[in-house]
């Protein structure tokens, strides 16, 4: 195969209500798309990357500057000898920026299993052909209004319930969830860093609500220090901004600082290097699930063909477009029963929607080989 030419597409999709973390509050999901013409046909990804360099250091406009300059002239010199499976080896001289990376080896896996007929599911050896939806709930104003939320969700059918955490939002929230939907609701919690070592008696006050994890609740360089908490607490630590390939995986798991993974292909640099993840947790009895970065269809229909893998054993944030946007960017993605269906047609197998693709796009940049 033989890259051509790459459109980079920034859009700016509006969700319906505003999503805050412990970093951050957005209203608008503000992402790049990577557009990928080979000389077997074309392929889209979205990359995942936020507009400020606040769950990891990459951000949008940094993302295209780094394809634009070192990423996509690498790739143009390789010729026919280009492949998805060529993309990192070939980029590995380029230190981090994996979730630029992840977005065109994503776009060109899409052109070249369009082109062999070849979902994103069967090439990773998927094994089923829906997959139970979770949803991450951003943190509110209130008590009541957090309710309100989490009321709608499980009324829809999610069948996991994520409460994003911070210090002075967390015990009571999460007691209050559990007290009102009683011990058989699927509840976790993401604190996205916002914890520290001097932390570990407040994390360990959460033990009394059985959550089945908590992830990434201190800095994501400290490995040490969540092994130190997993040996602490009883709520399993489960990884997410610190697992960024699969050596750190390793070394997490051999450390005990991960006792579950959240995989997100954008953050690991692409959907190759998620599955090597995905066998070394399996191989050493680690679950893993699937995390989102509030991705469009484009982005959302490839994760729910990895999390469609042997290993996946729990709900993921793989929620349904009505979750995040009015207007999703393809056929909407819906949940029907607390699943989601994994697609099946060829490559990621779902199409951009030209007309709302012009609704939503902040710029369009050609770069031609
Ligand atoms: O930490 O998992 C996270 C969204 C943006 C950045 C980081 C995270 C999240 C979410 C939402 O929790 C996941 C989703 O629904 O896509
Ligand atoms: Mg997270």
Partial sequence: MKLEAVELIRLNVPLKSAFRT?????????????????????????????????????????????????????????????????????????????????????????????ASTTSFAEYFGATRDKVPAGVSVGIMDSLPELMGFVEGYLNEGYVRIKLKIEPGWDYEPVKLVRETYGPDLLLQVDANTAYTRDDFDLLKRLDEFNLLLIEQPIYEEDLLGHAK????????????ETIISADIARDAIELGAAEIINIKPSRVGGYIESVKIHDISVANNIPVW?????????????????????????????????????????????????????????????DPIPEIIERFAVSREWIKR
């Fill in 22 to 114: 412990s970093f951050s509050s957005v209203n608008m999901h503000e992402v790049v798309w990577v557009h990928a013409v080979t000389d077997e046909g074309e392929g889209w990804a979205e990359c995942g990357a936020n507009d400020r360099p606040d769950y990891s250091s990459e951000y949008h406009t940094g993302a295209m500057a780094v394809l634009r300059e070192f990423i996509l002239p690498d790739l143009f010199k390789l010729g026919n000898d280009l492949s998805a499976e060529a993309v990192a080896p070939t980029l590995h001289w380029i230190k981090q920026h994996r979730m630029a990376k992840a977005a065109i080896e994503t776009a060109l896996l899409d052109a070249q299993l369009r």
């Fill in 229 to 240: 908490l997993a040996d602490y607490i009883e709520t399993p630590v489960c990884l997410d």
């Fill in 290 to 350: 699937c995390g989102g970065m509030l991705e469009t269809g484009i982005g959302r229909a490839a994760n729910l063909a990895l999390a469609a893998m042997p290993g996946f054993t729990l709900p993921g944030d793989t929620s349904a477009s009505s979750r995040y946007f009015e207007t999703d960017l393809t056929e909407p993605f819906v949940l029907v029963d607390g699943h989601i269906s994994v697609p099946t047609g060829p490559g990621i197998g779902v």
